[in-house]
């Protein structure tokens, strides 16, 4: 029964491609998240939605692009894949300001 | 903006001993503090948080953590490591976003190894 679930776990692609990573939280929180963590283990925010609202788009380039259909899924497409996109990327949610993020198992996706 | 430091990339213990993994943060405003664990191939799991009151915070897994604030400094420990508590720690603050959750700027980690 898992609160904060991502697919696909692992994800390899060629450079150029297109991908999206699904994530579904199941705790009825209102905010989601997307975290990136890089080769050298650090996490940084990438996106954060409220109620299918963006809130923070920390500086993310273009081809990174959330989508929100429900409160309780944040996807995330990547378009033209490029070599330093490979990384771990965490989904999240939370309820409430202040408050702890439940985080998803992650997807490693590796750009070759 | 608020930052999160962990001045030990690698800590080597021996199981039994005990633990002090250290964390200072830089915030304007009375932070949120967490300590998340993360296992190998695995998400960031909670240990414990801080938001006020007490400034000794119990967790799971035995580990609990200190908030000092005239330190800026929120040190997790634990009295007596197991062999499975070796992963990556990370600690985090927390900042609200208006009525809409919390953006955690994370430290870069600190990765114990258990010698059994």
């Known amino acids: 029964d898992t609160a904060v679930s991502q697919t696909p776990k692992y994800l390899v692609t060629q450079m150029g491609n297109d991908k999206s990573i699904k994530c579904e939280q199941n705790?009825?929180?209102?905010?989601m998240y997307w975290y990136k963590q890089d080769s050298k283990k650090f996490l940084k925010i990438m996106f954060s939605y409220n109620n299918k609202e963006l809130i923070i788009n920390e500086t993310v380039p273009n081809r990174f692009s959330p989508k929100s259909p429900d409160k309780a899924h944040l996807n995330l497409h990547i378009n033209s894949l490029e070599l330093g996109d490979s990384a771990v990327y965490f989904c999240a949610s939370s309820q409430g300001a202040g408050l702890e993020a439940f985080f998803g198992q992650g997807t490693r996706l590796t750009v070759v | 903006a608020q930052s999160v430091t962990q001045p030990d990339i690698h800590i080597t213990v021996s199981e039994g001993a005990s633990l002090e993994l250290r964390c200072n943060y830089s915030?304007?405003?009375?932070?949120?503090l967490f300590w998340y664990v993360q296992s190998p191939g695995q998400g960031l799991q909670l240990l414990l948080k801080y938001f006020s009151g007490d400034t000794l915070v119990q967790g799971i897994k035995g580990f609990e953590a200190e908030f000092k604030r005239s330190q800026s400094s929120f040190n997790l420990r634990k009295p007596s490591v197991h062999w499975s508590d070796a992963a990556e720690y990370f600690c985090a603050v927390g900042a609200p976003l208006s009525n809409a959750g919390n953006m955690l700027t994370f430290g870069g980690g600190t990765r114990l190894m258990v010698k059994p």
């Open positions: 705790l009825g929180h209102d905010t």
């Open positions: 915030y304007g405003a009375t932070p949120y």
